[in-house]
């Protein structure tokens, strides 16, 4: 079968051959049948094509091989040949940025997976890779073409292969827009961020019917691998919406943060909001008992431009904020301790939530704000049986490996191991200012005085008396806002109000800092 044998019209002149040319477009552009686009919005979904429309600026997409079909033979697989083979592949630009961009077409073969399909994949991947510019996959596909066995399957490794060469040089978006199972949840988890809409877009290795053999476990599959499990509860996905037109305005806003490969800096933005502009209300917001709650997000919020930020893992691992945000119009990722969640200690979950984080604002040339307020890393039996100790190291490791502008601001309490692994100075951040409510310590006066002065408390003749009295030693001695700054240990104790244009100033000189560190293959990051 040919081209020409499907096209109206049997014309060899040139007006003619364009003729047919468009005929054939329009095929390929209105997709399999219309039953296939009826059952595809019948799920609540869009089709391929007008994904990439809401994408990608209008009329900026290019396709590459539209016209490609597979080879496959058996199981009926001859009849059944449709142009672009279930992927629509190419490129087009955000904001007037190129960016590369897949979509599977789950009207061809459930968006499954084949060798034509993959080797399209394949090629997109390449030219992201050598243009230096971000890809996004629009998923919608049921993994391996089953009709297509170790070929499929061999597909899916060039991909995973391919997104791991392209780790850290661009972008990689993973936005799921339907059931994606088996190899189709692997290349996604390789990748840079994972957006997920509610209701149609599910993420799992097997499936609920082999869950069910295999377990014994009933579970449907939104519960097994929808975007609030993943959100909430396993991490594997970023940000999650209610609709396919808000999650890719979302994937836009995220790529106006982003440069477009590891050589360049983020895109920077007009700001009207002043660089000098006081925080007179940050002295409201954190309370100066270190004990009592207050949402961190609002000191953010306070800190940068006209509120312009977009926070990572909202509703995952909550004692800790990751956010990326606009200083001056300069884009920063910021990391705060959240004394609202679990008093905004660092756990398992928490440590690895930054550490990624931290490693992707590494990656991509975007400088580190560190906000602490933490009382330390959560005791308890779950804690090191589940690895703390590796995890927590995940964390240390990023921030050490880091060569990005970094600063840290103490706003209360900085205990411990936390407080060095939350960028100190020590560890190579480059500025460290703390708030005049400032104390940091090896743990707080309580734990210290109980410890220390043991036997004094034990042996006195009023017990509570003495230890209220070692308590008071203690602050007094090691736990006042000065003692960090008068070694050297931060660089200085700041007006919460200036905050915003200390660090605004502080970025701007840091802006040409250049940091290397020694040659070798890669480092073996704890995991
Ligand atoms: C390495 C790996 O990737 S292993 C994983 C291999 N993939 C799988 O096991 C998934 C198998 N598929 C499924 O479980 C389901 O099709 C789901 C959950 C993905 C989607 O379910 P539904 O939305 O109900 O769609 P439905 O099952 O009708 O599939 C749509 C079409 O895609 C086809 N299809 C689905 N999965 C595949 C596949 N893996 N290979 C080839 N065709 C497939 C179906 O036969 C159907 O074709 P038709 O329209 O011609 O009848």
């Not at 073409?145 to 597909?155: C, F, W, Y």
């Not at 292969?161 to 994606?180: D, E, F, H, Y």
């Not at 001056?328 to 990391?335: E, M, P, R």
């Not at 990005?404 to 460290?432: E, F, N």
């Amino acid at each position: 079968m040919t081209l020409l044998d499907e096209t109206p019209s049997g014309a060899h002149d040139a007006r003619g051959r364009v003729a047919e040319l468009h005929a054939i477009r329009e095929q390929v552009r209105r997709g399999p049948s219309d039953r296939a686009t009826e059952a595809q919005k019948a799920k609540g979904k869009l089709t391929a094509r007008e994904r990439i429309a809401l994408l990608l600026d209008e009329g900026s997409f290019n396709e590459v091989e539209p016209l490609r079909r597979h080879r496959a033979t058996g199981f009926g697989l001859e009849a059944k040949k449709p142009y672009t083979d279930g992927v629509i592949t190419g490129w087009g630009t955000v904001e007037g940025r190129t960016v590369f961009v897949y979509a599977h077409d789950f009207r061809i073969f459930g968006g499954a997976l084949g060798e034509a399909h993959a080797t399209k994949i394949h090629k997109i991947m390449d030219m992201a890779i050598q243009a230096g510019a971000p890809l996004v996959s629009l998923n919608d596909g049921a993994g391996a073409r089953i009709q297509e066995g170790v070929s499929a399957l061999a597909g899916y490794g060039g991909i995973f292969q391919r997104n791991t060469k392209a780790s850290g040089v661009i972008p990689q978006i993973s936005v799921m827009l339907g059931p994606c199972a088996g190899g189709a949840a692997y290349s996604p988890a390789l990748t840079d961020f994972v957006f997920m809409v509610r209701d149609t877009s599910q993420m799992f290795i097997t499936g609920p019917d082999v869950v069910r053999a295999v377990t014994g476990e009933e579970i449907t599959q939104n519960g097994l691998g929808g975007a609030d499990v993943h959100a909430e509860t396993s991490g594997v996905c970023h940000f999650a919406y209610d609709d396919e037109e808000t999650c890719l305005a979302e994937v836009r806003y995220l790529l106006s943060m982003l440069p477009s490969n590891n050589r360049e800096n983020p895109p920077a933005a007009e700001s009207d909001d002043p660089a000098e502009r006081r925080g007179d209300v940050l002295l409201d917001l954190v309370p100066a008992d270190g004990n009592r709650p207050y949402d961190m997000r609002k000191v953010i919020e306070e800190l940068v431009d006209d509120g312009d930020m977009l926070e990572v893992h909202e509703r995952w691992a909550t004692n800790i904020i990751v956010t990326l945000a606009r200083l001056d119009g300069q884009v920063v990722g910021i990391i705060a301790n959240q004394p609202q969640s679990l008093a905004g200690v660092l756990d398992i979950e928490a440590s690895e939530k930054a550490a990624r984080f931290v490693q992707m604002c590494d990656a991509f040339n975007i400088p580190l704000v560190t906000l602490l307020d933490v009382p330390g890393f959560l005791p308890g039996v779950d804690q090191e049986h589940g690895g703390i100790i590796r995890h927590g190291a995940k964390l240390l490791y990023a921030y050490c490996n880091a060569t990005v502008p970094r600063i840290s601001l103490i706003l209360r309490k900085a205990y411990g191991g936390a407080y060095i692994v939350m960028d100190s100075q020590s560890i190579g951040a480059d500025l460290t200012y703390a708030w005049p409510t400032n104390e940091i310590a090896v743990m707080g006066a309580e734990g210290a005085a109980n410890v220390i002065f043991r036997k004094q408390i034990a042996e006195a003749d009023d017990p509570e008396a003495m230890r209220a009295s070692m308590v008071k030693e203690y602050k007094a001695e090691l736990m006042h806002p000065y003692y960090a700054a008068e070694r050297g240990l931060v660089d200085d104790v700041i007006d919460p109000a200036e905050t915003r244009e200390v660090l605004i100033r502080s970025l701007a000189m840091l802006r040409t800092k250049h940091a290397d560190l020694p040659s070798r293959k890669h480092g073996n990051p704890p995991q």
